[in-house]
């Protein structure tokens, strides 16, 4: 059974541009969350989707973003990129329709870089 | 928004020694689980405690969630190099983290 896939796995970008994360849960998940860890902050949650819907979200600005397919495939975008968005950005798929509920099977995330 | 504190947030120990990690929260736990992340990967998950009390072993690892379910604990017992990593604790129902343990075990 394939894992949570996540592309690109290594990415640099200067500070202003944007960037798009991609996340494909495992086969049969249908939500997936994502969580920006940096070495100062620990793992910090952003959003959870669950069939198409964000139900939950992390206390970030607006220049993160996010969406989920039909799929069950996520992407993330953030916009306006700044010096201390550089972080490894995890992704986590789990089978419970219930928020909140049951393991989170993660990604080996995508490192970001801003120059 | 449950916040989560664990200790110690470094801790290097050699082979052999024992010892144990904490994670701490400001209320109560519906439920609670420990991940442990390795470089370069993403956490996986050890244990999900949900009762008051409770105890959990897996092999050298002895886990316990505090009989007010605002507290956990995470024993290792003759430590091992493999069991370098980063020790993360969740709070289930709002899925968030707290900052980790990052162990060392020296050989």
């Known amino acids: 059974k394939a894992g949570v896939t996540q592309t690109p796995r290594y990415l640099i970008k200067t500070r202003g541009q944007q960037v798009t994360l991609s996340c494909s849960p495992i086969?049969?998940?249908?939500?997936v969350s994502w969580y920006q860890q940096t070495p100062g902050q620990g793992l910090q949650f952003l959003f959870e989707?669950?069939?198409?819907?964000?139900?939950n979200k992390g206390n970030f600005p607006g220049r993160f973003s996010g969406r989920q397919f039909s799929n069950s495939r996520s992407e993330m975008n953030v916009s306006t990129l700044e010096l201390g968005d550089s972080a490894l950005y995890l992704c986590?798929?789990?089978?419970?329709?219930?928020?909140?509920?049951?393991?989170?099977?993660f990604g080996e995330g995508s490192r970001l870089t801003v120059l | 928004t449950q916040l989560l504190e664990q200790s110690p947030q470094f801790l290097s120990i050699q082979e052999g020694e024992n010892l144990t990690v904490y994670c701490n929260s400001s209320?109560?736990?519906?439920?609670l689980q420990w991940y442990r992340q390795e470089p370069g990967e993403g956490p996986v998950l050890l244990v999900t405690?949900?009762?008051?009390?409770e105890v959990k072993k897996l092999k050298r690892l002895t886990f316990q969630f505090g009989d007010a379910r605002k507290d956990s604990s995470l024993h290792i017992t003759a430590a091992q190099p493999g069991d370098t990593g980063l020790y993360l604790c969740?709070?289930?129902?709002?899925?968030?983290f707290g900052a980790g343990t990052r162990l060392t075990v020296k050989p």
């Open positions: 986590a798929s789990s089978l419970s329709g219930r928020q909140g509920r049951g393991e989170l099977f």
């Open positions: 086969s049969g998940h249908r939500s």
């Open positions: 989707y669950f069939s198409e819907t964000q139900r």
């Open positions: 209320s109560v736990f519906s439920s």
């Open positions: 405690v949900v009762t008051g009390g």
């Open positions: 969740a709070g289930v129902a709002d899925m968030r």
